[in-house]
Structure formats: C-alpha cells, structure tokens
C-alpha cells in the first residue's frame, strides 16, 4: 500500500550532496539531476559573475587609472616644460655667475698682487723698523748710562745744594744780625745840640759831640735789605757823616770815618 505525504511534511535536508531532480536532457530523454552538480554550476556561474563584476571594477579602476596617469603625463610634462624653462634660466645664471666669477677672479688676482706688493713694502718697513729698534734699544742704553751719571751729578749738586742752603741760611742770620745792629743806628741818628753834630757811639751806649756845625738840615743814613739779601745805604747829598759796609765773608758793621 502507498502512502502518499505532502511535501510540506517531508523533513528538511541540510545538504546538497547525495541530493537528485528529475528533468530531460537535449534529446528529450528523462534523466535525473544531482542538485550537488547544479549547486556546483550555480557556484561557478556566481564566481564567475563576481569575477567579471571584480574584473569589469579593476577595468574601470584601470581607465581611471589610466586617465589619472595620463593627466600625470600631462602634469609631469608641464612640470618638465617648467622645468626646462627653470634649467635654462639657471644655466643662464650659472653662465652669468662665471662671467661674475671670472671677473672677480680676475679682481681678486689684481688684489693678491697688490696685497703681494704691499707685503713686501710691510717687510722693507719691519726690516727697517727692526734696524730703528735697535738703535733706539743702543740710544737707550747710552740714555741709561747718561741718566746713571746724570743721578750722580744730582747726588753731588744737591750735597752742594744743602750746604749752599746751609750757607744762605747763615748768611741770612748774619745779615739779620747786621741788619738789627743797622737799625739800632738808626734809632739813634745824629741830633743837633748847641749848634753842633752830636753822634751816637755804638761800643760805648753814648752820644758824643762831633764837632762838626749843624747846617740847619738833618743828615743821616738809612738802610735796607732786598729779597737777594743786599744791604743798600740811602743819604742826602750833603750828608758827610759816617759810611759803612758790609764784610762779605763774616757779615760784621764796620764804621767808616772819615
């Protein structure tokens, strides 16, 4: 007896594989199918439409690619043309910069001569400045020797100094004495008594009569004593009195009479 089922109540198969369908081949023939093969062909047709799309994305990929290189080329032969234009505008430079160069080359050969020349004038003046050091260094040496005799001298001229000043100094003493002794003559300076000259003795402290007729005027001397220590008498002309001097040697008043 068959028992006939719905598809529906069939159990659910999870593979393909040992999986068969009925269906005629060209010949019109029943044959059955295995589903396996089918899924296989199926899976060669998707990888082959995957494959075509991959290829078909990889050609438009290749035409942009393409495109985008050709816009490089492009790019890259503007940039070459520029780059041209630069390289000659740089070798023109570069000739420029020879032609300068040469020419500042040449300037500094004219330099380097001069500085040559102007080494050798350096060397002739060292040479002279060498000879002229040497006889400053002589000069200086006979400048020492004439300076150790000229500190001799000044050792001999300033012993003779100090005992000039030593000298000086009692002649001023000596002349002060001199002087006092003068002036005290001369406080004491000839009076008119009894119509006569009377006179002042130093030696003795008195006065004593002259003999001598006052004339009416007042004659008498009067000294002085200048910066050099010169000791000058000043008189009238008709002064007849007493004159007196000066001993250089031991600087005594010596009263003159006539």
Request: aromatic share 6%; hydrophobic share 30%; net charge negative.
């Amino acid at each position: 007896m068959i028992r006939k089922k719905k598809i529906s109540q069939l159990p659910l198969s999870e593979s393909l594989v040992g999986l068969y369908t009925i269906g005629v081949n060209a010949a019109n023939k029943s044959v059955k199918v295995s589903l396996e093969w089918l899924k296989s062909v199926s899976d060669n047709v998707v990888d082959a439409t995957k494959a075509a799309i991959e290829a078909t994305k990889n050609a438009i990929k290749a035409t942009t690619d393409m495109r985008q290189l050709e816009a490089t080329v492009e790019e890259k032969e503007e940039e070459r043309e520029n780059f041209y234009t630069r390289s000659q505008a740089m070798v023109q430079g570069w000739s420029n910069d020879e032609q300068g160069r040469k020419v500042a080359e040449a300037e500094r050969d004219k330099k380097e001569a001069e500085r040559i020349k102007e080494e050798a004038a350096r060397k002739e003046e060292e040479a002279k400045r060498v000879e002229t050091e040497k006889e400053r260094i002589v000069e200086e040496e006979l400048r020492k020797k004439a300076e150790d005799g000229r500190k001799a001298e000044e050792v001999i001229r300033q012993k003779q100094e100090d005992v000039r000043e030593a000298e000086t100094t009692k002649a001023i003493l000596n002349t002060e004495t001199a002087t006092d002794r003068l002036n005290a003559l001369s406080d004491h300076r000839d009076e008119i008594r009894d119509g006569y000259w009377w006179r002042w003795n130093e030696e003795t402290g008195e006065w004593y009569n002259t003999g001598e007729i006052a004339k009416g005027n007042v004659m008498y001397a009067t000294f002085d004593v200048d910066e050099n220590n010169d000791l000058y008498m000043y008189t009238d002309e008709e002064y007849t009195g007493p004159g007196f001097e000066v001993d250089n040697e031991d600087l005594y008043v010596v009263l003159i009479t006539e």
